[in-house]
């Protein structure tokens, strides 16, 4: 069960969970995130078309999947790359 | 009915901040940061909260009317991308210092970090000067809110009466309960503002045949608005609103809202929710904005979500839109005006005045007084302010987003100077005052020579390229150990053996 990724212990879990990394510091790979995700925010290859898809603009319901990614990113960035110094006591 | 409609939730309101004062323990530490105390929930909700302002349903959906769907990718979209960022390596990195070193604010950890009082003073008047036009939006916003809404200038409610209401409310529970308070009402105006959006939304679109027949109208009758667009929506532009995000790292109220955690796993929650509930929050606003263009053409005499709902909805609606403002409004507002309540207090009274020895209950009484004075001073500008919501945010931002380096030197790179951190502020201002000036000169939204690019695009590389300069030619820092986690994770303890 610890590899898997539990949503209850993101909502409503406060509990500091096993440390998953050996060193003690926010790890580099996290930052490179950031560049790939602009770049993916960018998606200059749709912002002409004005297809309608489930009735939204095309580029507005990319961008609202594009939040949704972020999110599932971010499940993986707290669960795999939280530093242990944070949960010290 | 609309204003016993916003009249009752302020009153809801109001309990709810009088509730909160129930586990008040008298300390400064209590008021100012509710003991660090604060779980994953109402920490996520409070930091939603305090990140959505007027803006968000006023001049955001005010926005989409005038761009269309784009707003969405500007602002919304691209702040889901940056603020996470901003919580796991800003967010978490403060609450482990503040912690462990007792701050309150902002200023004392630059002071601690730099062992300069000078440059957390002069750290300290530039937050307080840009944080005053971001307060004025909140004051602003509410008494524009509530004179649209009871029916314009003309015959509406004044706005200095709806301002007088949100200050007022606003210092009753702020003053009462300290940080505790201001959560517990933000987590429920939260929810309110949420809920709010999504009614109006179902219901205004029903109006238009749904979502699909009115996105359908537009594409034939204001087709630009439902593209991005090549012309007006350019790449630079886009690239360089992901830096205005970048100033929630250095706002005085979210820094207090992070130390006020009960423990760093309280962020997680927050790190991945985040995104999500900013998606809610927007998608509502832009899209009911950009809608609005079908029956209503600029130019406007007024909010654009509160014309859709007048023209579409009953009373009852405009009045929960009302508290639904109001919401987004007083769960920024209260934020920020216990924060410079505690700034003050902290930074200047404390260590100054009493050279860090104030009792717990002069350090409350103090703070109260700040948070009293500041929103006064709020309501009394927002009175002559001219300038629109819009534009004073956008400032505001800039101005944080320029001062964020700092902070990301002074927690993650150890050469860093005193020096350093001087010249980067004092870039910030420059640059600041004369991208400021320019844009006086000219009519609508100002980017640097008209090229798309807004004026944070030159505002926060000057500033970590005078932070990296200025720190690399001057003597480097001593004794910092103490601000940064050794390198390696310590070794699990053997468990004790009864």
């Not at chain 1, 950031?34 to 912002?47: E, R, S």
């Not at chain 2, 003053?175 to 999504?198: C, D, H, I, K, L």
């Not at chain 2, 009758?221 to 609103?241: A, E, I, N, P």
């Amino acid at each position: 069960m610890s590899g898997q990724l539990k949503f209850s212990a993101i909502i409503g879990n406060d509990e500091p969970e096993p440390p998953t990394l050996n060193h003690n510091h926010h790890p580099r790979w996290v930052l490179l995130l950031i560049p790939i995700l602009v770049l993916v925010f960018a998606n200059f290859w749709l912002w002409e078309s004005d297809s309608l898809i489930f009735g939204l603009p095309v580029n507005l319901l990319y961008h609202i999947g594009f939040c949704v990614l972020v999110a599932a990113v971010m499940l993986v960035v707290v669960k795999r790359a939280w530093p242990p110094y944070l949960d010290k006591k | 009915m609309i204003l016993a409609v916003v009249i009752a939730y302020l009153l809801v309101v109001t309990v709810v901040g009088v509730l909160g004062h129930r586990l008040f323990r008298g300390t400064g530490e209590d008021y100012f940061l509710a003991s660090r105390s604060i779980g994953p929930f109402v920490l996520l909700m409070t930091l939603v909260g305090t990140n959505m302002t007027a803006f968000t349903m006023l001049g955001a959906s005010g926005e989409a009317h005038r761009q269309g769907i784009r707003v969405f990718a500007l602002m919304g979209s691209s702040s889901a991308l940056i603020i996470p960022f901003l919580f796991y390596f800003i967010g978490t990195r403060c609450w482990w210092l503040g912690k462990r070193q007792g701050y309150l604010t902002q200023v004392q950890f630059i002071r601690n970090r730099y062992n300069s009082g000078a440059l957390g003073t002069l750290l300290f008047v530039v937050l307080i000067l840009l944080m005053l036009p971001y307060m004025l939006i909140g004051v602003k916003g509410g008494g524009d809110a509530l004179t649209a809404i009871t029916g314009g200038q003309m015959t509406g409610v004044p706005s200095w009466v709806g301002s007088l209401l949100v200050c007022t409310v606003i210092f009753g529970y702020v003053t009462y309960g300290g940080m505790r308070s201001t959560a517990w009402v933000n987590t429920f105006q939260t929810v309110v503002f949420m809920v709010v959006g999504a009614v109006a939304f179902f219901v205004i679109v029903g109006r238009y045949g749904g979502i699909g027949g009115a996105m359908e109208t537009l594409r034939e009758t204001h087709h630009d608005l439902v593209v991005f667009g090549t012309g007006r929506f350019r790449t630079l532009q886009m690239l360089s609103y992901l830096l205005l995000p970048l100033s929630i790292g250095a706002f005085p109220h979210l820094f207090s809202h992070w130390l006020s955690a009960k423990n760093a796993a309280a962020f997680r929650s927050a790190i991945v929710l985040y995104p999500l509930c900013f998606a809610v929050v927007w998608f509502p606003s832009v899209a009911l904005g950009t809608i609005g263009r079908i029956d209503f053409p600029p130019p406007l005499d007024g909010p654009i979500l509160v014309k859709l709902i007048l023209s579409n909805a009953g009373g009852l609606l405009a009045g929960c839109l009302g508290a639904g403002v109001f919401a987004a409004i007083m769960s920024s507002l209260d934020s920020q005006s216990l924060a410079l309540g505690t700034m003050f207090t902290q930074d200047i009274v404390r260590h100054y005045g009493f050279h860090n020895k104030l009792s717990e209950q002069r350090q409350v009484l103090f703070g109260r007084v700040f948070v009293a004075l500041f929103l006064l001073l709020a309501f009394l500008c927002s009175l002559v302010t001219t300038q629109s919501i819009f534009a004073l945010g956008v400032w505001s931002l800039t101005g944080f987003a320029g001062l964020l380096p700092i902070f990301v030197g002074a927690l993650y790179w150890k050469r860093s100077t005193k020096q350093g951190a001087a010249a980067a502020i004092l870039t910030v201002v420059a640059l600041w005052a004369y991208f400021f000036s320019q844009s006086l000169r000219i009519e609508g939204a100002y980017t640097v020579a008209g090229s798309g690019l807004i004026p944070a695009g030159v505002i926060v590389p000057a500033s970590v390229l005078a932070l990296i300069i200025v720190s690399l030619a001057t003597a480097p820092p001593k004794e910092i150990s103490k601000f940064f986690p050794s390198a390696v994770q310590p070794e699990p303890r053997e468990p004790d053996v009864a």
